[in-house]
């Protein structure tokens, strides 16, 4: 078994495959297993993962999905074949600090922690991979005593390190937009007691093809976002923890509703017609979550703030299914 297995989804990433496996390849940790998963791409990230796997035949498995099936399933995929202590995630795009899993693993071990976190830093296409400082500020908190603190918790899997029996029978959910979502907060719930390292560790290069790169256009993926929030709740009812953070997860869910209406600012839509999709999708929201607007906390009354002047006055009253309708007609026209 080793000490950590890192599962990288890999869909047209061949001008940036090799920096990631490089640093992978190349962690101070040396008990480390790479599981790339290629999810059927059209360029040469196949050959080049091959070539990887021949040189390096007992660090990198790569397995080759014959039909596209999306980051999530990629991940799946991957998870099925770690047999590491410990699972972290890396995008194919993306790379991290050199010593990253090597302070991961041993400080998990140290403190008995099932999951130790990091920080992301946005990365340019030049960016050359550096060592960062272990003596960093550490902070080890259980959010059981610290409920508070979830609301400001990144999503992303990818700067975390996970111990691999607390990730038993939980799966990213397959073609959402945002899985991380889905999976990130039920695990921090679960895992309860948690270190965090002020240290930038994973490297998130803003310029390339990721899975964000259609939120600055009209989409109805938007409505993922409802998908992922009631994954949470099923997973704590199923884990018999929603009572225990019923009011944290209602602050979590009005968050990432906020937020993520927060992409249809930046669609490139007259006026009218921006007003008129953030109503459909509040209305729609509302079904799932009606406290939207009644939320008191701080953090999301700066994100109401970005949204000022698109609030509607009414929400619409109609059928669900026909405010979704008319939402998918209006992003498919533009």
């Not at 990887?52 to 399933?73: F, M, Q, R, V, W």
């Not at 009812?237 to 019923?246: A, G, H, M, R, S």
């Not at 007003?275 to 459909?280: F, Q, R, S, V």
Request: hydrophobic content about 35%; charged content about 25%; some cysteine.
């Amino acid at each position: 078994m080793a000490k950590v297995s890192v599962i990288v989804p890999c869909y047209n990433v061949y001008k940036y495959i090799k920096n990631c496996l490089e640093s992978l390849l190349n962690q101070q940790l040396k008990d480390l297993e790479i599981i790339s998963v290629n999810d059927h791409s059209t360029d040469s990230t196949l050959s080049i993962l091959k070539e990887y796997e021949k040189d390096y035949p007992h660090k990198i498995k790569t397995i080759n999905l014959t039909t596209e099936t999306g980051c999530s399933a990629a991940r799946n995929r991957g998870l099925k074949e770690a047999n590491g202590e410990f699972i972290g995630f890396v995008d194919g795009d993306d790379m991290v600090s050199l010593n990253m899993y090597i302070d991961f693993y041993y400080l998990a071990k140290q403190y008995n922690v099932s999951v130790v976190s990091g920080e992301i830093e946005q990365v340019n296409e030049g960016f050359k991979q550096l060592v960062t400082n272990v003596n960093q500020e550490k902070h080890l908190y259980c959010l059981s005593k610290n409920k508070n603190k979830l609301i400001f918790e990144t999503p992303s899997c990818c700067n975390r390190l996970f111990k691999h029996e607390l990730l038993k029978g939980i799966q990213f959910l397959n073609g959402k937009k945002y899985e991380d979502v889905a999976f990130t907060f039920p695990v921090l719930l679960k895992a309860d007691k948690q270190l965090k390292i002020n240290e930038n560790c994973y490297f998130y290069r803003t310029n390339s093809n990721g899975i964000m790169s259609n939120t600055m256009k009209p989409n109805y993926q938007i409505l993922d976002i409802i998908d992922d929030l009631e994954e949470i709740r099923r997973l704590l009812i199923e884990w018999q923890l929603f009572n225990n953070y019923k009011d944290t997860l209602n602050d979590i869910e009005v968050k990432f509703i906020l937020a993520t209406a927060c992409y249809i600012l930046n669609w490139p839509l007259k006026e009218q017609e921006r007003k008129e999709i953030l109503k459909l999708y509040f209305s729609i929201c509302n079904y799932f979550n009606s406290t939207i607007f009644e939320n008191n906390n701080d953090y999301i009354k700066e994100i109401v703030q970005n949204l000022k002047g698109y609030i509607p006055d009414s929400l619409y009253s109609d059928d669900e299914l026909i405010l979704r309708q008319k939402l998918q007609k209006m992003c498919i026209s533009k």
